[in-house]
């Protein structure tokens, strides 16, 4: 992306906001989106800027993302990392948080143990991205990318 921003004549300055996994978001993750929105809005507002890209990836953080800049009323772009490559394991096609979440169950009632989850999880994130399911990531990409 720099190299993009500088051969179309521009000057690239990166803007570094918060960002947090998805246990850190306890109670809800609305009240971390409307926050990083204010932070991405005070990050742009804050420096003499023409536009900006916005690198994001997680149906949290885009839509973030996009409200701090639509708040900024400044042109932007939004890159997405785009989908993580599906996982398998023990023969099993595996999608992101809803696989966590369902032998996350598993783990707690034994019916898996330590290694195998540390084995799933080893296969179910396989690559940077966002979710590879048909979700809400995928979704907010789309839109952001529209």
Same mark, same amino acid.
């Given at each position: 992306?720099?190299?993009? $921003?500088?051969?179309?004549?521009?000057? !690239?300055?990166?803007? #570094?906001?918060?960002?947090?996994?998805?246990? *850190?978001?306890? !109670?809800?993750?609305?009240?971390?989106?409307?926050?990083? =929105?204010?932070?991405?809005?005070?990050?742009?507002?804050?420096?003499?800027?023409?536009?900006?890209?916005?690198?994001?990836?997680?149906?949290?953080?885009?839509?973030?993302?996009? +409200?701090?800049?639509? =708040?900024?009323?400044? #042109?932007?772009?939004?890159?997405?990392?785009?989908?993580?490559?599906?996982?398998?394991?023990?023969?099993?096609?595996?999608?992101?948080?809803?696989?966590?979440?369902?032998?996350?169950?598993?783990?707690?009632?034994?019916?898996?143990?330590?290694?195998?989850?540390?084995?799933?999880?080893?296969?179910? $994130?396989? =690559? *940077?991205?966002?979710? +590879?399911? +048909?979700?809400?990531?995928?979704?907010?990409?789309? +839109?952001?990318?529209?």
């Amino acid at each position: 992306v720099k190299i993009g $921003v500088w051969q179309a004549g521009g000057f !690239p300055m990166e803007f #570094p906001v918060m960002s947090l996994g998805e246990y *850190n978001m306890k !109670p809800t993750t609305m009240l971390y989106r409307n926050l990083l =929105s204010m932070d991405v809005e005070e990050s742009i507002t804050a420096n003499p800027l023409d536009g900006v890209v916005l690198l994001g990836g997680c149906d949290k953080t885009t839509p973030a993302l996009l +409200m701090g800049a639509a =708040s900024a009323d400044i #042109p932007a772009i939004l890159v997405t990392g785009g989908p993580q490559l599906k996982g398998n394991w023990k023969g099993e096609e595996l999608g992101s948080c809803t696989d966590c979440r369902r032998y996350e169950v598993e783990l707690r009632a034994g019916t898996i143990d330590e290694d195998d989850w540390a084995e799933l999880q080893s296969c179910i $994130v396989r =690559s *940077n991205g966002h979710c +590879m399911t +048909m979700g809400t990531a995928s979704t907010m990409g789309t +839109m952001g990318e529209a």
